[in-house]
Nanobody
């Protein structure tokens, strides 16, 4: 069973930086995709960024140039470095894992394992 444990998050001011980390255990295959999604109140869950085991990355347009996703395959850890945060980045952020490898925008339905979520609040 895949378990994802997130850390980081919190409340910051606009323009600040924040780092989210996620450790995955129980991933049965060496080829997979780890990703960060977010969900703001009243909105659907959306992809923020993803990274494959071959280090292919994909970003939502809204975070390109501000967020960076990177991973440590040996530690099965994925980190989201968020910079120049905006109030519209406020959401619950979720780590997710898929046994598929995506070269392009991942499909949320292919992510079967999810973390518990961590709140990120950005005030103006």
């Amino acid at each position: 069973q895949v378990q994802l444990v997130e850390s980081g998050g919190g409340s910051v001011q606009a323009g600040d930086s924040l780092r989210l980390s996620c450790v995955a255990s129980g991933l049965p295959f060496s080829h997979n995709t780890l990703a960060w999604f977010r969900q703001a109140p009243g909105k659907e869950r959306e992809l923020v960024a993803s990274i494959t085991t071959s280090l292919y990355t994909h970003y939502a347009d809204s975070v390109k140039g501000r967020f960076t996703i990177f991973s440590d395959n040996a530690k099965k850890m994925v980190t989201l470095q968020m910079s120049s945060l905006r109030p519209e980045d406020t959401a619950v952020y979720y780590c997710a894992a898929s046994l598929k490898v995506f070269y392009g925008a991942p499909f949320i339905g292919d992510f079967r394992s999810w973390g518990q979520g961590t709140q990120v609040t950005v005030s103006s």
